[in-house]
C-alpha cells in the first residue's frame, strides 16, 4: 500500500500540524480531491489527491504533528481499510522513533506517491550528509559551533534523525535550567572564553495564576523563531529618509479616476513597490543575500509585501516586479492578499522574494524599522504620510511627506550604498511619471 508522507511544503517548513482532514477512511479518492488541510511554517496549505483510490488508514490525526517524510495516512485499493488504525498509528509512531533513534531513513516506497502538493517547493535543506556524519541541519551546526556543543550527543528528532534548530534549543535551554545560581555570578576567569548567553531572569519567572496561558499556532511558533534568528545572526543597520509624496498621490488619483468604478485601483503602497524595483536594478547588491560566506545577487527582482492576517504575519511575492506595470502590481497584490485572508497561499505566492516592504502607513504611524526576512538583504518599512511644512523657494508650503527607513544587512551592504539606494526610490516617488514606463 502507498502512503501519504508529510511533504515539504515551503524551504523552510520542518513539520506540519494536520489542522483537518477532509476525507475519512473507507472514502473513495479521485485525483485531483483535497483530502487534507495542513499548517506549515508559512501559511495553511491543502494536499491533493494524486491518483484514485480508497483511503485506508488516517495515522496523524487531526492538530497533530508530524515532520517531513512521516506517513500520515494510507491509500491503496480498499483492501486494507480496517478498524485496526489505532494498532497501526502506534506501530507506525514505534517504527519511526525507532529508526530515528537509530538514525536510520525510513525505506522508499516503490509505488508512486499518491499525493502532491498543489505548488513546487524548495528541496535545498534536505539532508544529504554523507555516510558517517551526524545528520544536522546547517543552521543546528552553526548553533552547536556558536555555542561550544557536541552534536554527539544530541539526540534529532528532524526526519531520520536528523538534527534541528530546536533540538539545540531545548538542549540550551536545559542547560541553562540545570546551571546552579552561584555559577552564574562567579567571577569570569581571564582566561577563559566570554560567558555564555544566559535567558533573562524573567524568561522562567513563575506564571501567575491569573493569567491566560494561550497555545500559539505553527505559524506563529515559526516567525517567532525566523525573527529571533534574524536578530541574533544578520547584523542589522538602519538608513531613513523622506519623500515627497504630493506628486505621487496626484498620479494616483489621475490613474484611478481613468480606471473607473470597476478597474483596478492603485494604492499608495503599488507605487512603492514599482519605485523599489526599478531602484533594485540600479543597485543590484540591495537585490541580494548573504549565504555560507558568500554574495549572492538575484537576477529576479522578487517583492514580498508584509500582509497582517489574524494571529499571524505573511509576505506574499510579486514576482518580476520592476518589468510589470503599476496597475498589473495592484491587481497581482489585491489577489494575494484576498488569498492571505482566506488561508489560500500557495508555496509558490510565498516564496522566492529577495526584497520585502512592510507598509504601516494606513495605522497612523510615525516611524518604525522593520526586521530583515531571512536570506534577504533588505526590508523597508513605511510609515504614514503626513502633510507637513516645508521650505519651498523661502516659502513654507503644505506637502505630503513619507517617512522611510531601510534595514539592512551589514555583512554586504553599506552605509553608502543603502543611502544611494534610497535616495532612487525618493527621485522615482518625486517624478512619479517614470514609474509608468
Known amino acids: 500500500m502507498p502512503d501519504v508522507s508529510m511533504p515539504r511544503l515551503s524551504d523552510t517548513m520542518q513539520e506540519g500540524t494536520i489542522t483537518r482532514w477532509l476525507k475519512k477512511p473507507g472514502d473513495e479518492i479521485k485525483r485531483g480531491d483535497i483530502i487534507a488541510e495542513v499548517e506549515t511554517d508559512k501559511a495553511n496549505m491543502e494536499i491533493e489527491a494524486y491518483d484514485n483510490g480508497i483511503l485506508e488508514q488516517i495515522l496523524t490525526k487531526e492538530g497533530e504533528v508530524a515532520p517531513i517524510g512521516q506517513t500520515i495516512a494510507v491509500i491503496g485499493t480498499g483492501a486494507g481499510a480496517s478498524k485496526g488504525a489505532t494498532t497501526s498509528v502506534a506501530a507506525s ?28 517547493a524548495s528541496t535545498s535543506e534536505v539532508s544529504t550528509t554523507a555516510e558517517g556524519r551526524i545528520k544536522a541541519s ?58 555564555q548567553f544566559q535567558a ?55 490613474l484611478n479616476s481613468a480606471a473607473g468604478e470597476e478597474g483596478t485601483k492603485v494604492s499608495v503602497n503599488d507605487l512603492i513597490i514599482k519605485a523599489c524595483a526599478l531602484a533594485l536594478e540600479k543597485f543590484p547588491d540591495v537585490n541580494g543575500s548573504y549565504r555560507d560566506g558568500q554574495f549572492i545577487r538575484h537576477k529576479h527582482i522578487n517583492i514580498g509585501v508584509a500582509v497582517d492576517v489574524p494571529n499571524a504575519l505573511v509576505v506574499p511575492v510579486i514576482k518580476d516586479a520592476n518589468i510589470k506595470g503599476v496597475r498589473t502590481i495592484a491587481r497581482e497584490v489585491r489577489e494575494l492578499i484576498q488569498k492571505a485572508r482566506n488561508n489560500k497561499l500557495s508555496v509558490a505566492d510565498l516564496s522566492g522574494g529577495t526584497f520585502s516592504i512592510s507598509n504601516l502607513g494606513m495605522m497612523d504611524v ?16 513605511v510609515a504614514s504620510t503626513r502633510k507637513t511644512f516645508v521650505p519651498v ?45
Request: aromatic share 4%; glycine share 4%; charged share 20%.
Open 393 to 437: 523657494d523661502g516659502q513654507p508650503v503644505i506637502r505630503d511627506i513619507m517617512p522611510l527607513t531601510l534595514s539592512a544587512d551589514h555583512r554586504i551592504l553599506y552605509g553608502a550604498m543603502v543611502a544611494r539606494f534610497l535616495q532612487e526610490v525618493k527621485r522615482l516617488l518625486q517624478n512619479p511619471y517614470a514609474l509608468l514606463g
Open 138 to 195: 546547517p543552521l543546528a551546526r552553526r548553533i552547536a559551533e556558536e555555542h561550544g556543543i557536541d552534536l554527539g550527543q544530541i539526540k534529532g528528532t528532524g526526519p531520520s534523525g536528523r538534527i534541528v534548530r530546536d533540538d539545540l534549543e531545548d538542549y540550551l535551554s536545559q542547560q541553562r535550567a540545570t546551571t546552579p545560581v552561584a555559577s552564574v555570578a562567579a567571577p569570569a576567569q581571564p582566561t577563559q572564553a566570554a560567558p
Open 200 to 254: 533573562p531572569a524573567f524568561a522562567q519567572a513563575a506564571i501567575p495564576e491569573d493569567s491566560e496561558v494561550v497555545t500559539i499556532s505553527s505559524v506563529q511558533k515559526r516567525i517567532a523563531n525566523r525573527l529571533l534568528e534574524s536578530k541574533q545572526f544578520v547584523p542589522h543597520f538602519y538608513v531613513s529618509n523622506e519623500i515627497d509624496m504630493t506628486d505621487a498621490l496626484a498620479l494616483r488619483q489621475v
Open 93 to 120: 509512531a514505534e517504527s519511526k522513533v525507532a529508526a530515528s533513534a537509530n538514525g536510520a531513513s525510513a525505506p522508499q516506497q516503490e509505488s508512486k506517491p499518491e499525493v502532491v502538493v498543489t505548488s513546487t
Open 366 to 381: 510615525s516611524s518604525f524599522s522593520a526586521i530583515i526576512n531571512p536570506p534577504e538583504a533588505a526590508i523597508l518599512a
